[in-house]
């Protein structure tokens, strides 16, 4: 597996795809969360796919590389 640099996440934390991208996990989370204000039957799932998305829309580099080191 090659190693991302700090740079190059950086590069791609700007890219105009990824934030594209990011903005569609933000709009699904708040949907998420107007789902929970509303009522569900599958709460834990709603809450679970929030938690999900929340930790990618929060990654950072050193988050990555964290997360690298523990699947090895």
């Known amino acids: 597996m090659s190693v991302v640099t700090e740079p190059e996440f950086l590069d791609w934390k700007q890219h105009p795809i990824t934030g594209a991208f990011f ?13 929970l204000v509303g ?7 709603v809450r679970g796919r929030i938690a ?3 930790m990618i ?4 580099y050193e988050g990555l590389m964290e997360s690298l080191r523990e699947s090895r």
């Not at 903005?23 to 789902?35: G, H, P, T, V």
């Not at 009522?39 to 799932?45: F, I, Q, R």
């Not at 829309?57 to 950072?60: E, M």
């Open 23 to 35: 903005k569609a996990l933000f709009n699904d989370r708040e949907y998420l969360k107007e789902m």
């Open 39 to 45: 009522g569900t039957d599958d709460d834990s799932n």
């Open 52 to 54: 999900a998305v929340s």
């Open 57 to 60: 829309l929060t990654l950072d």
